[in-house]
């Protein structure tokens, strides 16, 4: 059955009880829930916590922890900028302002036409081509400004 937000709570439950005896369950099964719907609804919490016997408090408590959990649908593309040491001493401020500004929201958010999601992340692991992004899992390194809008235009006329 469909929920209003277009997420299956039949995928949720069978995810759930497919993962529920393994050690760590609970982030297996939201990280497993974030990888096939892309988020993490927040109607899912009792199927989760029912599963796995435990409290919708003890469940919430590990979404809303771990920042890596959405609580909304992303954007048709997820931008994720490395805000760690390496990259910010490479110009990833000045390019986190310009992204901003170009895609007109803040980390966290997603653009008004459901396009882009832009997350801060604390290392992608491509510190020696800082600064670096990932759009839709594919990582970019020494991004500047002008590189980022080209990168946005291809994703763009890609979709005309």
Known sequence: MDTPNGWDKSTISSIALELKDQP????????????????????SVPLIASALNLSRAEVHGVVSFYHDFRHHPPGRHVIRLCRAESCQAMGAVALARHIKERLRV???QTTAD?????DAVYCLGNCACSPAITVDGEIYGRVSARSFDDAIASLEARRQ
Not at 32 to 40: E, F, K, L, S
Not at 114 to 118: D, S
Request: aromatic share 10%; hydrophobic share 40%; glycine share 14%.
């Open 114 to 118: 459901g396009q882009y999601t832009l």
């Open 24 to 43: 760590g369950a609970l982030l297996l099964i939201l990280r497993r829930i974030q990888d096939q719907v892309g988020y993490v609804p927040e109607e």
């Open 106 to 108: 803040d980390f966290g």
